[in-house]
């Protein structure tokens, strides 16, 4: 395979020492040089993920195309295995086409290396996505991680097995026992847990009794390790006799190995204070990543005031219960799979499941209301948030349907409608269809889905839909007297009659857009109209109208902060110049909105201006840099749906014959 100059994928640096697994690396650098499929099956906390990522870190350089993780762990929804691999690729959903079939366009011609983890609790999702990846890329391996084979053709088994254990007698010297996997692991973690741990003969007893009464699980080696900052070896090996005494009045032979890994984490949980065993329960409604300012708002109350969140967090961080992984320049925090089933049981015993759950959703609905309440102006911030907490607001909509409390599931699916337009378009309208069915939310609450709904139609240049559901828009917001929401729609609506190719209707959408966007004084409804009013122009070959909306809009979003907007009315005005021949003036006017576009993320209008610039670049004679463009523009093509293209397509066909 060929060998890159610069290592591609997203596989997380170790942030500690590999331990042992020799056999394992060996057997696996052998099988995956053949096999295209391999599962790695083992019982939770066994280090199928470590392995995996070890092995995938070793391999990742004979891929042309990297190694990428794909995490399972956090998502619930089966209908969204599709999108998290989309995620980990860096590949976004913004068009039309399906998750899976925009997967195998991109996968189809690549040397690459996924590791999917985490995959026992979605195989019927899982293994059959795998299946197809693999039919339709021959250059893709798949390395899984699972409690339980995919069960799929090709599939390579391979069992992880806990590390080796020592002898049960102590006979040995300190240099070999301290070879041993489980025992140095475990004085490797005490040592970094303590700063002061060391085998001794006075304490190798007590170790090996730990390792092997742990069952040599690295999970459970490590968070006994911990414990050494304040514990003897000895009164760590006591406790854990005390706790197994539970385990042993039946059948050793029946008891599965993860009840061993419960018993640890019961042993650990109740060494907590009674604070941080409380904000350790309710933890376990974050479904993904969660920051500081998540756990005061959620996981506070009268019991534990939000000035002790900080305390209790670091506590559980310190004690491995809860591990901080960085994004954005923010602290973040998440449970391991297991640690958070484990206090989800915890929040059912003590009776607390609803109220937390409830409080975790009006949480993140009221939260994203402020979003939308506060402008576009800090749309990058906000995408970034969203980027962190999209797991979180997945499982609180997948809860409003679950439990029938569809009216905060409306209103949050909506108020998150920007991180639809810009990441997931069809993961936006699979939620807002759900929420909107017939005899669900209460009519006089949809009229800002109902917008949502078919400004994504739009964007997927699917005009029946979305005709229909503006129209619904528009009739929801007349009778709730929602005025904003009714400029909108009717704007949105002339678009979808413009792109559906029915220019008197959208004329007469958007005469009344006009005089109901007069009456109000709010500057995002003025530029849904001046939009609507720009490209309903170009549409009709009306350069002034184009040039008169698109410089009032741009002039506005600028000033307001507005880069989304911003964007679009630089791309239309790009357009104009080159419907005008005028080439030289629609270049900067391109590349401000490829700047815009590449700080919001937002690929749709980086292909549309990626293609703009590399067709100028031709025009102009610059053969290597138009090369260079239209390629860049083809690979964000290939990461997304190409909706931009979609709408536009015309009018850049017309535009380059004009020039």
């Not at 690459?112 to 890329?137: E, F, I, K, S, Y």
């Not at 305390?311 to 961080?317: I, K, Q, R």
């Not at 729609?489 to 792109?499: F, G, R």
């Not at 006017?589 to 490829?594: P, R």
Request: net charge negative; aromatic share 6%; proline share 3%.
């Amino acid at each position: 395979m060929a060998r890159p100059s610069r290592r591609l994928g997203n596989l997380p640096a170790e942030t500690t020492s590999f331990i042992g697994r020799r056999r394992e690396l060996a057997e696996l650098r052998k099988t995956l040089s053949t096999a295209r499929l391999v599962t790695l099956v083992g019982p939770g906390g066994v280090g199928k993920s470590r392995l995996a990522i070890r092995i995938a870190t070793d391999l990742g350089r004979g891929f042309s195309g990297g190694a990428w993780l794909v995490e399972l762990a956090e998502l619930q929804d089966p209908a969204l295995v599709s999108n998290t691999f989309l995620a980990a690729l860096d590949l976004r959903d913004q068009g039309a086409t399906k998750p899976s079939a925009l997967l195998l366009s991109y996968l189809q011609d690549k040397e690459l290396l996924l590791v999917v983890d985490n995959c026992d609790h979605l195989l019927g999702a899982t293994a059959p996505l795998v299946t197809d990846l693999l039919r339709g890329a021959p250059g893709l391996r798949v390395l899984a991680t699972s409690r339980e084979p995919l069960s799929v053709p090709a599939e390579h088994v391979v069992p992880i097995p806990p590390l080796d254990l020592p002898s049960a007698h102590a006979g040995e010297s300190l240099t070999l026992l301290g070879q041993n996997e489980a025992v140095m692991l475990f004085t490797e973690r005490a040592a970094a847990a303590s700063g002061t741990f060391e085998l001794t003969a006075a304490n190798q007893r007590a170790v090996i009794d730990l390792c092997r009464r742990l069952d040599g699980l690295p999970l459970a080696i490590e968070l006994a390790a911990v414990r050494t900052r304040v514990l003897s070896a000895e009164q760590i090996l006591e406790r854990l006799t005390d706790r197994f005494g539970l385990l042993t009045g039946g059948s050793r032979a029946a008891l599965p190995r993860h009840q061993t890994l419960r018993t640890t984490i019961d042993w650990s949980h109740d060494l907590l204070t009674s604070r941080d065993q409380t904000i350790l329960r309710r933890l376990s409604v974050f479904a993904g990543k969660f920051t500081l300012e998540d756990v005061e708002a959620v996981c506070t109350s009268e019991d534990v005031a939000a000035a002790n969140a900080l305390d209790c967090l670091s506590s559980l961080v310190d004690r491995s219960l809860v591990m901080k992984e960085d994004a954005n320049n923010l602290a973040c925090y998440r449970l391991h799979e297991t640690m958070r089933e484990y206090a989800a049981l915890k929040l059912r015993e003590a009776g607390e499941e609803n109220v937390v759950e409830l409080r975790c959703t009006e949480y993140y609905v009221s939260r994203n209301q402020r979003a939308v309440s506060q402008g576009r102006h800090r749309l990058v911030e906000w995408l970034e948030w969203m980027d962190l907490e999209i797991d979180n607001i997945r499982s609180v909509l997948q809860r409003c349907l679950h439990q029938h409390d569809y009216e905060r599931g409306v209103d949050l699916a909506s108020f998150v409608g920007w991180y639809w337009v810009t990441r997931a378009t069809t993961e936006g309208v699979r939620w807002l269809d759900e929420l909107l069915a017939p005899g669900r939310a209460n009519p006089d609450s949809r009229a800002p889905a109902y917008f949502m709904r078919g400004f994504l139609a739009v964007l997927q240049s699917d005009p029946t839909t979305a005709r229909l559901t503006l129209e619904r828009a528009v009739a929801a917001a007349r009778q709730a007297e929602q005025i904003i929401v009714l400029s909108h729609s009717l704007s949105m609506s002339s678009i979808a009659e413009t792109i559906a190719g029915d220019r008197a209707a959208a004329g007469r959408l958007l005469e009344e857009a006009r005089l109901v966007t007069a009456r109000l004084d709010d500057l995002p409804a003025r530029l849904t109209f001046l939009q609507a009013q720009a490209l309903n122009g170009l549409f009709e070959g009306n350069l002034e109208t184009v040039r008169a909306a698109s410089s009032e809009g741009a002039s506005l979003s600028r000033a307001a902060g507005d880069l989304y907007v911003l964007e679009m009315m630089l791309i239309n005005l790009g357009m104009v110049a080159l419907m005008a021949g005028d080439l030289e003036a629609s270049r900067p006017l391109f590349a401000e909105a490829l700047r815009i576009a590449a700080k919001l993320d937002d690929r749709g209008p980086q292909y549309y201006v990626l293609d703009a610039l590399g067709w100028l670049a031709a025009s102009s004679g610059q053969a290597r840099l138009a090369a260079q463009l239209l390629g860049a523009a083809e690979v964000v093509r290939a990461r997304m749906g190409a909706r931009v293209v979609a709408i536009l397509a015309p009018l850049q066909g017309r535009a380059k014959e004009s020039a």
